[in-house]
């Protein structure tokens, strides 16, 4: 697979995880608290190159990947997430200005669960979540171990290694932003050589 290729393939996979996720808010009632970027804004989140393709080829075709990289290069790489626009003073409250090509692991976050040691499902999601929906998290918690279908975050994170294990390495958000559009500049660079040899 070449790299567009690899980009559809996880399109495709958020397409899937899409379908489930709908399912499960909809039956929950849990979903991220409006207004909420408490985890776009924790420097501590991490990413694979690989989830961020689709974002980085977007950017591309908008004519701002050179923009982004340039921001990249300016801020500091371990801060919030790039693409995240906080509109309060601690950075907690705002929204993502790419939220169609958002990562895994940002459609995973309160829509997924994993299993802990015991076999049991455990909801991956946030305090504020927990104290804001505490009736629907507690209920919630405890239909996926019945009769709940969710997302299991391993399995898609084990689907998304599928397509590239390299490319699936984890790092900071922000790094794994720039991993990706450096990728898409490369790639599109070579495409656009090997048009011109042609012609």
Known sequence: MNLAEKSEAV??????LGEESKQYAAESGLGCVTGCGAC????????SPLEFLPLAFDFFHKGLADTILNLLD??????????YRAH??????GYCSNYASRGLICRLFASSARKNKYGIKELIICKTLKEAKSEKFQLATQRINQDMQIPNASKYYMLIEEIDDQ???QHDINTAIRLALELVLRYKFYQEAE???EA
Do not use: H, R, T
């Open 88 to 93: 309060s003073v601690n950075g907690k409250n």
């Open 195 to 197: 048009l011109i040899q």
């Open 167 to 169: 490319l699936a390495q």
């Open 11 to 16: 399109l495709q996979l958020f397409v899937q």
């Open 40 to 47: 776009c804004a924790n420097p501590k989140v991490s990413a």
């Open 74 to 83: 300016s801020e500091d790489e371990s801060g919030a997430c790039i693409v």
